[in-house]
């Protein structure tokens, strides 16, 4: 038999409020280059660790609780335009300001899932391919002109290109700024639509496809 969660029930408003003092106290802990346990975000918030356990059962639950990323089902704006190309600015520059934004918090959470026990991190604290879903929303007029698995191809390098750990790679080893990174995963994604867009219209042409080195004749991965 399943429980309702113990913040909804009785004093839910006073419930609610300590929860998010909890969570608060978390996301802290983890700007500040640590990974909080509950004890730890009980103490920096100061309530009791048996309390802090009624919300927050593990360690697994706090962080899933106290990731940054949005719970937006959509991150495009309202636009008079159904340009894909539009759109897919529009949700790009969006999800690489909530990285440059929550960057401290979207570290921690990469490092945890990359840890040996990840297997307990990751399907919380990877965001459960929202940002796969926006930028495929962003996407959606170019079905019908190209084929689908040229489209579902495209999210993927998107995604690859914008995420946190595009980039790390780029502040951590190539030694850009944090506004150099976003600027250049900005431009990453464009260039990813164009060749996309540019590829099919050679291939209707008759034109030899460009492929990777090595690749398949079809010039998928």
């Not at 309702?4 to 802990?29: D, H, M, N």
């Not at 990974?35 to 009980?42: L, Q, S, Y």
């Not at 440059?100 to 991190?121: I, N, Y």
Request: aromatic fraction near 4%.
């Amino acid at each position: 038999m399943s429980t309702a969660p113990y913040e909804s029930t009785g004093r839910t408003a006073q419930k609610q409020r300590t929860r998010q003092a909890l969570v608060e106290a978390a996301r802290g802990l983890v700007a500040d280059g640590l990974t909080p346990t509950v004890e730890a975000a009980a103490e920096a918030a100061g309530i009791s660790r048996t309390t802090a356990y009624r919300y927050f059962p593990n360690q697994r639950a706090l962080l899933v609780a106290a990731h940054p990323e949005t719970e937006a089902a959509s991150l495009l704006p309202p636009l008079d335009s159904d340009d894909p190309g539009v759109r897919l600015d529009a949700v790009v520059q969006a999800f690489t300001d909530l990285i440059a934004d929550t960057e401290p918090q979207q570290r921690a959470m990469l490092r945890l899932s990359l840890e040996d026990d990840a297997g307990e991190h990751a399907p919380g604290l990877l965001r459960q391919g929202r940002a796969i879903r926006w930028i495929t929303e962003a996407l959606a007029p170019l079905r019908g002109a190209l084929p689908d698995d040229e489209v579902e191809r495209l999210v993927l390098a998107v995604r690859a290109t914008t995420g946190i750990e595009a980039r790390v790679w780029l502040v951590d080893v190539a030694g850009l700024s944090g506004p150099e990174a976003t600027a250049l995963m900005r431009w990453s994604a464009r260039a990813l639509y164009r060749a996309a867009v540019d590829d099919q219209e050679t291939s209707r042409i008759g034109w030899p496809r460009l492929t990777a080195p090595g690749g398949p004749a079809d010039g998928r991965p």
